[in-house]
């Protein structure tokens, strides 16, 4: 337990959107049999937090979710398609300190096509535009990258950069957590294009600010693993999976669990009959790290690259610098 940092808690299966990606929306959770929020008094302080679903604003207690762990996080954040503004906002202006993405998959077109949620874009942009009038700045989209929205990435931090708001990223996975397995890129060759112009983008940061600048600097470095991973590389364009020891998951009916990558579920124990700590060094744990260990997935995640790039910054000190400096030269670079 002495390394885990962050925690996600998946508190519901409802959702409003249907997702190309995701088929979550197909297998909602009843709210009688979704955990309740004191459960999570279970977990260690000090944590960064990241409350998800589904929809997680689709709970009519949400707020008690961030009552119960605003005091006790490091960090704490809320990832929602943005789409109940009045509920974001109230959330916003009672936990200013709390991180907001707002998931979107492209411009108008791409995105509401895309998520399957009519004037999904327009409801995100309303949320975006509300928040900035709140004392909540760490605000801002995430998308999610495939080959049919790739055409939309360098325009989404045009406009990101723009508003001043953040742009997170992740890439497009198969896994129980999205109910899905066949996903699949078609036109890899153009995921690979745009995702290096999506990269440059990145490297040749437009924002005003240095916070800002240095954190698409970060991003850029985390997306030579997806473009790698677009380029068909099997193995080793990310670090070392740190599931279960960095960071874990809860379920919707309190399962705690290493990932939300792999392609079953590998529970290590359940918050309603047990303490955390309990959980984490039980034998089940131990099954399932063993799992962690062996799994040939090779996902490509955010939380991984995070922890990774604090505990060895001169790596992507060095790459950042190295492909700076070929882009203020013209000097070609594939970004690897």
């Known amino acids: ?46 944590l960064r937090i990241n409350i998800t679903g589904g929809e997680p604003t689709l709970r009519k207690d949400i707020n008690d979710f961030f009552e119960i762990l605003y005091p006790k996080s490091h960090l704490l954040e809320l990832s929602t398609n943005g789409y ?36 999904g874009f327009d409801r995100a942009l309303r949320t975006i535009l509300e928040l900035k009038k709140t004392k909540c700045t760490n605000i801002g989209f995430s998308v999610v990258i495939c080959d049919k929205n790739a055409d939309d990435l360098v325009k989404l931090h045009e406009l990101c950069s723009y508003l ?43 924002r005003t600010n240095i916070k800002g600048k240095f954190k698409d600097y970060g991003r850029a470095y985390f997306n030579k693993s997806i473009l790698k991973r677009f380029s068909g590389e099997e193995s080793n364009y990310r670090p070392l999976c740190g599931a279960g020891e960095d ?12 990932c939300n990558g ?4 590998w529970v290590m124990g359940n918050l309603k009959d047990s303490s955390f700590e309990d959980i984490m060094g039980s034998n089940r744990a131990k099954e399932a790290m063993n799992r962690v260990r062996s799994c ?25 610098a190295q492909n700076k400096f070929k882009l203020a030269f013209n000097i070609p670079t594939d970004f690897k």
């Not at 885990?4 to 709210?31: D, L, V, Y």
């Not at 060759?189 to 112009?197: F, G, P, S, T």
């Open 1 to 46: 337990m002495k390394n885990i940092i962050q925690g996600s808690i998946i508190t519901t299966f409802r959702c409003n959107a249907k997702c190309h990606m995701c088929n979550i929306w197909e297998h909602p959770t009843s709210p009688s049999e979704e955990i309740k929020p004191d459960i999570l008094e279970k977990l260690p302080d000090g």
């Open 84 to 119: 109940n503004t009045d509920k974001i906002i109230e959330i916003a202006e009672k936990y200013p300190r709390i991180l907001i993405r707002v998931s979107i998959e492209g411009l108008p077109k791409i995105n509401d096509s895309l998520r399957g949620l009519p004037d």
């Open 164 to 206: 001043d708001i953040e742009l997170g990223n992740s890439v497009m996975h198969n896994s129980w957590y999205f109910h899905k397995f066949d996903n699949v890129d078609e036109d890899k060759l153009k995921a690979v294009n745009m995702e290096r112009q999506f990269i440059a983008s990145l490297l040749q940061s437009p």
């Open 247 to 258: 960071f874990f998951f809860v379920d919707p009916w309190g399962n705690v669990t290493p």
């Open 262 to 265: 792999s392609d079953e579920k």
């Open 296 to 320: 040939k997935k090779d996902c490509c995640f955010i939380v991984t690259e995070r922890h990774d790039m604090v505990r060895k910054p001169w790596k992507p000190i060095y790459w950042i």
